[in-house]
């Protein structure tokens, strides 16, 4: 069984930074996709970054030009890059990996809490 831990999560004033990543239990090349997505009380899970296993990225309108997802294939993990904070990406962030493209994400870590204050 696969398992995802997330890390770096944690309070930041607005305009700063936080550097997120995900560990996984096995080697990345075996899921199709990774990526990132966020949930506040009350609201759906959005995508933030996915990246496939080919390098390809794509990214949520809400964080174009702010957020980087990244891998590093040798230690398994997958980094989300946050620059220029803002309050309304307060959430939690969680990572997520697929085995097939063109299905539902199959694994989640537990999450991990972002606060932008103003």
């Known amino acids: 069984q696969v398992q995802l831990v997330e890390s770096g999560g944690g309070l930041v004033q607005a305009g700063g930074s936080l550097r997120l990543s995900c560990k996984a239990s096995?080697?990345?090349?075996?899921?199709?996709?990774m990526g990132w997505y966020r949930q506040a009380p009350g609201k759906l899970r959005d995508l933030v970054a996915a990246?496939?296993?080919?390098?390809?990225?794509d990214y949520g309108d809400f964080v174009k030009g702010r957020f980087t997802i990244s891998r590093a294939n040798a230690e398994n993990t997958v980094t989300l890059q946050m620059n220029n904070l803002k309050p309304e990406d307060t959430a939690v962030y969680y990572c997520?990996?697929?085995?097939?493209?063109?299905?539902?994400?199959?694994?989640w870590g537990q999450g991990t809490q972002v606060t932008v204050s103003s």
């Open positions: 990246i496939t296993s080919a390098g390809i990225t």
């Open positions: 997520a990996a697929k085995t097939r493209f063109g299905r539902p994400y199959d694994y």
């Open positions: 096995r080697s990345i090349f075996s899921f199709s996709a």
